[in-house]
């Protein structure tokens, strides 16, 4: 299994931002999907998750910007930013929780993609 995340970049305070990211493999189910980040010096934190049925959380400092969607047939999950601010600069991580076979549920990161915000 993998989860392949794009989109990061640089943009200036104030802009918008959509990150993506894509599940693959030998998948029965996937539970939750959600993102991660990681500032220098920081512990990796939950940005926003999304569970199957749909209901949602977000991290206080992402709740009226960010939102976070999923598409749970092509196994992907977005995380739309906007009003983006120089302290959400991190390293964002796609996360999830899948089921590959009966007997067996684990966790999956992608490989992180970069989001930087300049003031």
């Known amino acids: 299994v993998q989860l392949q995340a794009s989109g990061g970049g640089l943009v200036q305070a104030g802009g918008s931002l959509r990150l993506s990211c894509v599940a693959s493999g030998s998948i029965v189910s996937i539970s939750v999907m959600g993102w991660y980040r990681q500032a220098p010096g920081k512990q990796r934190e939950l940005v926003a998750l999304?569970?199957?049925?749909?209901?949602?959380n977000y991290a206080d400092s992402a709740k009226g910007r960010f939102t976070i969607s999923r598409d749970s047939a092509n196994q992907m999950v977005d995380l739309q930013m906007h009003s983006l601010k120089p302290e959400d600069t991190a390293v964002y991580y796609c996360?999830?929780?899948?089921?590959?076979?009966?007997?067996?549920?684990?966790?999956?990161w992608g490989q992180g993609t970069q989001v930087t915000v300049s003031s």
């Open positions: 996360h999830a929780q899948i089921r590959t076979s009966l007997f067996r549920v684990s966790e999956y």
């Open positions: 999304i569970v199957t049925g749909g209901s949602t």
